[in-house]
């Protein structure tokens, strides 16, 4: 049986040439506080691999665990053309723990649940992914979350979150966050990481940014038009 956060067990593989979906909207019914339960409102499972993905609706998802768009499997490019948006507690807007090649988000990524992060590399590898802006609205909701290797990250516009501090789902625990607008984690690096707005935690508790891993394992850092490395 496979464990927690995500499967991994070897098994057959599913091709996609292209996974399109409308609007979507998802209530998952799973009970808040439950850490090893999760659903999504597009969800690439491990064991696929897709040429590409496009969410022509936007999805948005209720519930807590809920997330919106996530992905387990090998996606060589994702585009979301409408708004991501999350309602529920430990929702992310966009959560990977497989291989992305591009990805692409063209509306806005929202949150407003308890923990409910707007982007998480959690896992796996990223080549290239763009945004256009980010905000959450809960506490303990970090806008934008690095773990792991990277290419390149561009957010056009700003990364914003306005809680203080939360409960939120991690890799199958509820731990304790501080909702900063960046936060860099022990594991990542990548090539370039470029906000070209702000990156603002709005509540006056919070730090903007959360370096536990510093700037520098980044090639070119820059919020704002400023340089971090």
Not at 129 to 141: L, R
Not at 144 to 173: A, C, H, W, Y
């Amino acid at each position: 049986m496979a464990t927690a956060p995500a499967p991994t067990q070897p098994g057959g593989m599913i091709e996609l040439r292209l996974l399109s979906t409308g609007e979507v909207h998802s209530e998952g019914g799973i009970p808040k506080g439950t850490g090893n339960l999760i659903t999504g409102g597009v969800f690439v499972g491990s064991g696929v691999h897709a040429a590409q993905v496009v969410n022509e609706g936007p999805v948005t998802t209720y519930g807590p665990n809920d997330m919106v768009l996530d992905n387990w499997g090998r996606v060589d490019a994702w585009t979301a053309k409408a708004p991501v948006t999350s309602y529920g507690a430990s929702g992310i807007g966009f959560v990977n723990f497989g291989d992305i090649g591009t990805l692409n988000v063209k509306a806005p990524i929202e949150t407003r649940g308890l923990g409910a992060r707007g982007f998480n590399l959690y896992d796996g590898t990223l080549k290239e992914a763009e945004f256009e802006s980010i905000t959450t609205y809960g506490d303990g909701a970090i806008g934008v979350q690095l773990s792991k290797p990277f290419g390149k990250i561009t957010v056009t516009g700003d990364i914003r979150t306005n809680g203080g501090e939360g409960d939120s789902l991690v890799r199958g625990k509820v731990v304790h966050l501080k909702a900063h607008a960046l936060s860099l984690k022990p594991g990542t690096r990548g090539d370039e990481l470029k906000v070209m707005g702000q990156a603002v935690a709005e509540n006056e508790a919070v730090s903007d940014l959360d370096l536990e891993a510093p700037a520098s394992v980044i090639g070119r850092c820059e919020v704002g038009g400023k340089l971090l490395a």
